[in-house]
């Protein structure tokens, strides 16, 4: 009986507090890209510049937020798990359905970073999959 008990607990737990995930295909996805802007005073970095356009979608009663965490150990790549910081390029107190955020490698204070995207509707939270960017070539 006490494993049927605690065999419950987990199962609540797990699916009560996780998170599901958002398609890869999914067009509020597709509406952010990340490129590579070359820096303007050092050859061998990239600065990323961040763009989204969810102008075409409907996102009534939807929060949507990008998550950009700085790491450190950047040889990781997206399993990464040494973090500096977490930036809130878009958020619920920021968000516009056109914009774009630079980050500047020198500003940032890390070699590179992962970013995902976070959708919550009807107290649901959707997140996509991380996705790397490095500030060096």
Known sequence: MKKFLLLSIMFLFHFGFSQSKIDDKSPI????????????????????????????LN????NVSIEVVTIYDCFNGENASDFKETIKVLNKENFTTKGTRDLIHVQVGAKCFKWRLVVTENNETKVSNWSYFSFLK
């Open 59 to 62: 996102l009534n009663k939807k």
């Open 29 to 56: 996805l597709k509406g952010i890209k990340v490129e590579s802007v070359q820096d303007s005073k050092l050859s061998f970095i990239n600065n990323a510049k961040i763009t989204w356009d969810f102008s075409t």
